[in-house]
């Protein structure tokens, strides 16, 4: 059973492009989240994923960033018309949520740097 | 918003020492869970804490949840050199519909 699949593990834009991060689950898992780390500081929730549903996106900024999961495929982050302020760690984290078991396993990051 | 809070940001500490990282919500969690990330990795699972006044050990690890369900704390005893990374823990609001929102995170170094 592979683990959280993300790509591409490191990703350079310059201002003005969009970025395309992509995040395959764990196998039987159908809840996603997104999060943002800046360096030296904690994760910063942004998006909570469902099979083509978005549960709770309160930490998306409300321009330029989108999310969906479609019911093939991955998950995918979008960010249009990227800023250097846009340069992170963006790490997607799987979770079975099956009864008590909501531990979430996540992948290894994608590493956007903004030019 | 949900917010949990965790304090100290940093510890220093020399091996053989213990190390403490206090995690505070200001509204009820329905679970708690710890992870830690080493330097240029991705956070880890370690555990879950689901039950009032729940206490679990790993090795050296004491996990603890507050009566209230609002408060836990990661207590490690005797680091090593190994321990290093940062520890965050998460907290889940809502039940089965809830996001897990986590804190700042501590993190620590250990002197050999």
């Known amino acids: 059973n592979a683990g959280v699949m993300q790509n591409p593990r490191h990703l350079v834009r310059r201002r003005g492009q969009e970025a395309r991060l992509r995040c395959s689950p764990m196998k039987g898992h159908s809840h996603v989240y997104w999060y943002r780390q800046l360096p030296e500081e904690g994760l910063k929730f942004m998006v909570y994923l469902q099979k083509e549903n978005i549960i709770d996106e309160s930490g998306m900024p409300k321009e330029r960033f989108s999310a969906e999961f479609p019911k093939e495929g991955p998950s995918i982050l979008r960010i249009q018309q990227v800023v250097r302020g846009d340069s992170a760690a963006y790490f997607c984290a799987s979770s079975p949520r099956t009864g008590e078991n909501t531990e979430a396993f996540f992948g290894q990051g994608t590493r956007l740097t903004v030019v | 918003g949900q917010q949990v809070m965790q304090i100290p940001q940093y510890q220093h500490v020399q091996e053989g020492e213990d190390f403490t990282t206090y995690c505070n919500s200001s509204t009820t969690l329905s679970n708690i869970q710890w992870y830690k990330q080493r330097p240029g990795g991705h956070p880890v699972f370690l555990i879950q804490?689901?039950?009032?006044?729940e206490v679990k050990k790993q090795k050296r690890l004491t996990f603890q949840f507050g009566e209230a369900k609002k408060n836990s704390s990661l207590h490690i005893t005797a680091t090593q050199t190994t321990d290093v990374g940062t520890y965050f823990c998460a907290g889940l609001y809502g039940g089965s519909q809830g996001n897990l929102i986590f804190g700042k995170g501590t993190k620590l170094s250990v002197k050999p």
């Open positions: 804490l689901v039950k009032s006044g």
